[in-house]
């Protein structure tokens, strides 16, 4: 079967820098993709990674360790819009789909 | 570009009716989803359609069907509705083999009662 865990719930403050952690266990793996969704949204597209490593967009960057089954998503200078919900989605040997986590819910206070 | 939309943005229906939901993308993408979404439980796929006359199924498909109108639409039927299908769905869609990076629909927020 496939899982994916995450943290529910991460709290920090305004200028921090916090650190989401997604594990995963699949039949079959090739890739993790990180959403955002703000309260009421739509989930949007943050980052993919397909190989390990860290990539880099911005603020925000996203790690890959193949051979542990993790990755995360570091978000720096945060700001009061970055509080919303966060999911890893790891794209499994359907290749044409994705499963999601449960989500990560990150509240930004002043 | 409208990107990807969704019809209707909210509907109340009564145990046992029957509804489709619509959806649409000015992208050109050749793939495209329909997931739901429960308090806690993250984006579930429901269906999926890599490509224009394919559609498989999902994670939890069971009480829907969907059809592949064209490049562009991609509906979901709810046959008769039930309370557990109370939620709020999400319509996506990508580029052919790139599932990794999908563009959600606005979506529909469903209560059966």
């Known amino acids: 079967g496939q899982s994916l865990e995450q943290p529910s719930e991460v709290t920090a403050v305004e200028g921090a820098i916090v650190q989401i952690n997604c594990t995963y266990q699949t039949s079959g793996f090739y890739g993790l993709s990180w959403y955002q969704q703000h309260d009421g949204g739509a989930p949007t597209f943050l980052s993919y990674?397909?190989?390990?490593g860290l990539e880099e967009t911005g603020r925000f960057s996203s790690f890959l360790s193949r051979s542990d089954s993790y990755g995360y998503l570091l978000l720096q200078e945060l700001q009061m819009k970055d509080s919303a919900s966060y999911f890893c989605a790891v794209r499994d040997r359907g290749y044409n789909k994705l499963i999601f986590g449960a989500g990560t819910r990150l509240a930004v206070h002043p | 570009n409208a990107g990807v939309t969704q019809t209707p943005k909210f509907q109340v229906l009564k145990t046992g009716q029957s509804m489709t939901l619509q959806c649409a993308q000015d992208?050109?993408?050749?793939?495209m989803y329909w997931y739901r979404q429960d308090p806690g439980m993250g984006l579930r796929l429901i269906y999926y359609?890599?490509?224009?006359?394919?559609?498989d199924k999902g994670e939890v498909p069971n009480g829907y069907n969907v059809s592949r109108l064209n490049k562009r639409e991609f509906s979901l039927r709810l046959e008769s509705a039930a309370p557990s299908q109370t939620s709020v769905y999400f319509c996506a869609s990508s580029r052919a083999g790139n599932s990794y990076e999908q563009y959600f629909g606005p979506g529909t927020r469903l209560t059966v009662t």
């Open positions: 990674n397909g190989l390990d």
């Open positions: 992208m050109n993408h050749n793939s």
């Open positions: 359609s890599a490509s224009e006359g394919t559609t």
